[in-house]
């Protein structure tokens, strides 16, 4: 069993924060960077701000996992989860709306497009506040089960993602 610890001295006025992966099998060191590169940017407090307006897309090596029960005579989802190996191995339970809001992530909307449609289409309750929501894609980015732009996951050329 081994562990790796990294501490960074803060250069703006912004909260603390602590995270805990789990390696993967071709987690390297570009990957602990961009993760405490990710977690500085966002524990910025206008965070929310920005994150309302980026265009996000699903993660190559993300897996969405979607559990269905018969429920009379139709087929209800009932749990969703995230899985990745990279840039660390994590799995991540998740509400139902997440499902249908990483599925649209390609790109070309915006997070705030992203939740009128989620909230028009009745999959996003309507009284899910907006910074709920901005919270979790916060994490899904961290996850590596989202990329931003300005925080493209990193990529090992020799691993072909398929």
């Given at each position: 069993?081994?562990?790796?610890?990294?501490?960074?001295?803060?250069?703006?006025?912004?909260?603390?924060?602590?995270?805990?992966?789990q390696?993967?099998?071709?987690?390297?060191?570009?990957?602990?960077?961009?993760?405490?590169?990710?977690?500085?940017?966002?524990a910025s407090p206008?965070?929310?701000r920005k994150l309302i307006d980026v265009k996000p897309t699903a993660a190559p090596r993300a897996k969405l996992r979607l559990v269905h029960q018969k429920d009379r005579a139709e087929w209800t989802i009932v749990e969703c989860s995230l899985a990745t190996t990279?840039?660390?191995?994590?799995?991540?339970?998740?509400?139902?709306?997440?499902?249908?809001l990483v599925m649209r992530c390609d790109g070309t909307k915006t997070v705030r497009?992203?939740?009128?449609?989620l909230r028009e289409n009745g999959a996003l309750p309507a009284e899910t506040p907006d910074q709920q929501v901005l919270e979790?894609?916060?994490?899904?980015?961290a996850g590596g089960f989202l990329e931003i732009p300005e925080f493209r996951l990193p990529r090992d050329e020799a691993l072909r993602i398929e």
């Open positions: 069993v081994f562990g790796t610890l990294v501490i960074q001295r803060k250069t703006t006025t912004r909260p603390v924060f602590t995270v805990r992966r390696l993967g099998l071709h987690t390297a060191a570009k990957d602990f960077e961009w993760l405490l590169a990710w977690e500085a940017a966002a206008d965070i929310a990279l840039p660390f191995a994590l799995e991540a339970a998740c509400p139902l709306w997440v499902a249908p497009e992203h939740l009128m449609y979790i894609v916060r994490r899904l980015i």
